[in-house]
């Protein structure tokens, strides 16, 4: 369900995204010592995240970006984008429980599917 990371996923990628510019405002969702998901915003305004399968369906996502974002606009922060892949609707859940609204649709290219795919693209407010 993701677009842009390298696929295969490597520790190296791993490394390269913590200590480059690109992991600015991340945080990592720690679940009894292990590292289980991220939430970030770009400094272009984009909410990304990420979460191990194994925690799907739990509200964690909901809970993680929902604090990341309130806490965005409380600091004054300007309006926000997302998006998911089109059938994703754990996604589309965690995005509209939020206040994401979706926007448009677009094409893209997915590394780990390696084909494009649709992005249904939200705004938050």
């Known amino acids: 369900w993701l ?23 991340a945080f990592g969702i720690i679940v009894k010592g292990s590292g289980i998901g991220v939430v970030h915003i770009n400094p272009e305004g984009e909410l990304g ?8 369906g739990q509200g964690l996502m909901t ?7 309130a806490d965005h606009f409380a600091r004054g922060g300007g309006p926000l984008v997302s998006g998911y892949i089109a059938g994703n609707e754990a996604s589309r859940n965690v ?6 609204r979706l926007s448009h649709t677009e094409v893209k290219p997915s590394r780990p599917r390696g084909e494009d795919v649709e992005i249904m693209r939200m705004a938050h407010p």
């Open 3 to 25: 677009t842009t990371p390298p696929w295969p996923y490597r520790i190296e990628d791993a490394l390269a995204f913590v200590t480059s510019g690109m992991s600015s405002g």
């Open 95 to 100: 995005l509209t429980k939020i206040g994401f």
């Open 63 to 69: 809970e993680a970006a929902g604090a990341l974002v």
């Open 49 to 56: 995240y990420w979460l191990a399968r194994s925690w799907h």
